[in-house]
């Protein structure tokens, strides 16, 4: 199993322009969250999803949509980056049950200039 | 609020000294609390949750409800402990709320 893989590793993009970080997990699990890594901040939740058709916002979700179409992805949407957006993000699943730990990719470093 | 407090961005410890990673928690319900840890070059990954009351690499995290705190403790620190150390808590709403990170170097 590949667990959750992200796409792209790395990206920079210009201000304005729009772009898709795309998640996908082959492990059946219904919750699927994305996180923003940023120095001293820690991870903070964008938008998360508990099954395909639900989602819903997180802790920092202005500029950033999401869909779940399919169990499997969860893709990321930033409409018209900005240089705030630069930052680490991760992708993590976990079966919809709480008290299961959350399965995380390796990341897609992007940067805004 | 509901809110994971690590109040250490860096801790360095020679190897073999003990290490304690702290964490404090702010929630009204019964909180579920994980230890996450993102060594170099590698993906964040679960070290240890506290409904499983296990030790894993030599750690052990104790819930004190009364102090509000899940505290990762190691007796003998060890080269390879060196990393990225997360404290999460899940919030019962499928949200898992992040500490800022404490980063720990094991210094030979």
């Known amino acids: 199993n590949a667990g959750v893989t992200q796409t792209p590793k790395f990206q920079v993009l210009k201000t304005g322009q729009s772009m898709t970080l795309q998640c996908a997990q082959d492990m059946n699990h219904e919750y699927m969250s994305w996180y923003r890594q940023d120095p001293g901040m820690g991870l903070r939740l964008i938008h998360y999803s508990v099954g395909a058709g639900i989602t819903d916002q997180g802790e920092v979700p202005n500029g950033y949509n999401v869909s779940r179409s399919t169990t499997e992805d969860f893709p990321l949407r930033l409409l018209s980056a900005a240089p705030s957006q630069t930052s680490v993000y991760f992708c993590a699943s976990s079966p919809r049950t709480g008290l299961q730990p959350q399965h995380f990719g390796d990341g897609t470093r992007l940067s805004i200039l | 609020a509901q809110r994971v407090t690590q109040p250490e961005k860096l801790l360095s410890v020679f190897k073999g000294a003990p290490v304690e990673l702290k964490c404090n928690y702010s929630y009204s319900g019964s909180p579920e609390l994980f230890w996450y840890v993102q060594y170099s070059r590698q993906r964040l990954q679960l070290l240890l949750r506290?409904?499983s009351r296990e030790s894993i690499k030599g750690f052990t995290a104790d819930l004190n409800k009364g102090e509000t705190s899940f505290h990762l403790k190691k007796p003998f620190a060890q080269e390879e402990d060196s990393a990225m150390y997360y404290c999460?808590?899940?919030?019962?709403?499928?949200?898992?709320?992040f500490g800022t990170g404490t980063r720990l170097k094991v210094l030979a």
């Open positions: 999460a808590l899940h919030s019962g709403t499928y949200k898992y709320i």
């Open positions: 506290h409904i």
